[in-house]
């Protein structure tokens, strides 16, 4: 089952980072960025977030489920969608823990 783009508003109103939230459709779902860092993912309409020390700190009694076919389990961040402030600390606190994405290089043109 793909992930509804409402279900991707929804957790973007909840975190409330404005433009510094932003998000990528891959494959019927979609990927979270914060600052262009990958933190998230919104699978069959679910919040995966990166597994990573702030949210073993933050929230370590999230359920951890595999958000794709074989992958690893990330921790399950929808029982924190009705606490805006927990989700988005938490949100922040991985982003900061996460690398900064590789610069592009042009190919070469045939």
Same mark, same amino acid.
């Given at each position: 089952? &793909?992930?509804?783009?409402?279900?991707?508003?929804?957790? &973007?109103?909840?975190?409330? !980072?404005?433009? $510094?939230?932003?998000?990528? $459709? *891959?494959?019927? %779902?979609?990927?979270?960025?914060?600052?262009?860092?990958?933190? /998230?993912?919104?699978?069959?309409? +679910?919040?995966?977030?990166? @597994?990573? &020390? &702030?949210?073993?700190? *933050?929230?370590?009694? =999230? @359920? +951890? *489920?595999? @958000?794709?076919?074989? /992958?690893?389990?990330?921790?399950?961040?929808?029982?924190? =969608?009705?606490?805006?402030? $927990?989700?988005? %600390? !938490?949100?922040? +606190?991985?982003?900061?823990?996460?690398?900064? @994405?590789?610069? $592009?290089?042009? +190919?070469?043109?045939?």
């Amino acid at each position: 089952m &793909a992930t509804d783009r409402g279900f991707v508003d929804y957790v &973007a109103e909840q975190i409330a !980072l404005g433009p $510094r939230l932003t998000h990528r $459709r *891959l494959f019927g %779902e979609y990927a979270l960025y914060v600052d262009d860092k990958g933190v /998230a993912f919104a699978c069959d309409n +679910r919040l995966f977030v990166k @597994p990573s &020390a &702030a949210a073993d700190e *933050l929230a370590p009694q =999230l @359920p +951890r *489920l595999p @958000p794709y076919p074989g /992958a690893k389990g990330y921790p399950v961040a929808d029982e924190l =969608l009705d606490d805006p402030d $927990r989700l988005r %600390e !938490l949100i922040l +606190r991985t982003a900061e823990l996460m690398l900064p @994405p590789k610069p $592009r290089t042009k +190919r070469a043109r045939r």
